[in-house]
């Protein structure tokens, strides 16, 4: 993720607890649901990524964004959280369309959202001056 979008990259504790508190947001609209999750590896319990899910129960869409630690990139961890989560938004959640978003560079994960059912409808061009992101985006889709 940094590698994309080094400027997110928290140079703090402090900074990363700022995030942690944004990404929570516990003063969302109470027509979304924001849930976030740690990933870990069954068998050492090391901490390799994080997920998350923003949903729009009323109209039964959801997104979700993922991250996997560079170190355990490649093992399959992402395919499993995602799985996970897209299960959890279906069964649980009942949305009907799921949205991913990413950097046009990042190849692994437009991959990953392909071989997971999402299909690319959209590029498009993100400047986000707040957060210091100037990028190219494709948009992907899921129907359930």
Not at 19 to 27: G, I
Not at 112 to 123: I, Y
Request: a positive charge.
């Amino acid at each position: 993720m940094w590698q994309f979008f080094p400027k997110l990259r928290p140079q703090s504790f402090e900074e990363l607890r700022v995030t942690y508190a944004r990404w929570e947001n516990p003063f969302h609209a109470k027509s979304e649901l924001r849930e976030n999750w740690a990933c870990r590896d069954r068998r050492s319990g090391h901490l390799v990524g994080t997920m998350q899910a923003t949903t729009f129960p009323a109209q039964a869409i959801s997104y979700i964004a993922y991250g996997i630690f560079a170190t355990y990139q490649r093992q399959g961890y992402a395919r499993e959280a995602a799985g996970a989560v897209l299960h959890h938004l279906d069964k649980d959640l009942h949305s009907r369309r799921i949205f991913a978003e990413m950097d046009v560079k990042n190849e692994a994960s437009f991959r990953l959202a392909e071989s997971l059912g999402f299909r690319r409808v959209k590029m498009r061009h993100t400047v986000d001056n707040e957060r210091g992101i100037d990028a190219d985006e494709y948009l992907y889709e899921r129907l359930i």
